[in-house]
Every structure is written in C-alpha cells, then in structure tokens.
C-alpha cells in the first residue's frame, strides 16, 4: 500500500528556514509527480509547489517564488520542500501528494492519488 508521511514542521521565526521531507513507501519514487499543498487556519488548500517524476520540471505558486525550492531523490524516495525567507502567511498544514508521473508538476489536487498526514509549520515570532 503507498503511504506518504511528511516530516520536518515546526515553529520557526519570520525569515527562517525549514526543510520539509516527504518520504514514499510501496512503490518507487520514480513512477510520481509530487506536490506540495498547504492549508492555513481557516482557509482553503492551496497548492504550492510541484515537480515531475524525474525532478526535471518543476513549478512554484507565486507567492514562495524564489524562497522555496522543491527537489526529490528516487533513490532514497523522499521529495523535499526547502522553505527560506519564511513569513507570517507561511503558516499553514503541509501536505506533500504523489500522482501519475504524466501530470508532470500539476498544481491541480485533482492530478494527485495519494496524500500524506500533513505536517504543520508556524512562522511566529
């Protein structure tokens, strides 16, 4: 059974970094698309960030341009969301979701299958 568990959340001051990791067990890495979704307090899902099953091709909302990167190594099947810069309005649930590697890097929740737990991240000062 595919299962995807996220890691890394926390508290963190505004301007400070996280690294979110999202680890795939029951199948290879290398068969998804990975997304990034978060939902703040009160608000809808969002989609933040995607890359393409072979890492090649990857997008990012506006709003984390230049300040997140996302990254993935199949070897190890873990994707990554490197957050720097971050502010207040980061504050959210993280979700990372794997989907059919042809959606490439989709921001659409409809593209993705599988969903982790959700990891949550505060920027407080």
């Known amino acids: 059974q595919l299962q995807l568990v996220e890691s890394g959340g926390g508290l963190v001051q505004p301007g400070g970094s996280l690294r979110l990791s999202c680890v795939l067990s029951g199948s290879l890495l290398d068969y998804y698309a990975i997304g990034w979704f978060r939902q703040a307090p009160g608000k809808e899902r969002e989609w933040v960030s995607g890359i393409s099953s072979s890492g090649g091709n990857s997008r990012y909302t506006d709003s984390v341009k230049g300040r997140f990167t996302i990254s993935r190594d199949n070897v190890k099947r873990t994707a990554y969301l490197q957050m720097n810069s971050l502010r207040p309005d980061d504050t959210a649930v993280y979700y990372c979701?794997?989907?059919?590697?042809?959606?490439?890097?989709?921001?659409?929740?409809?593209?993705?299958?599988?969903w982790g737990q959700g990891t949550r991240v505060t920027v407080s000062a």
């Open positions: 979701a794997a989907g059919p590697g042809r959606f490439e890097a989709s921001m659409f929740a409809s593209a993705y299958d599988h």
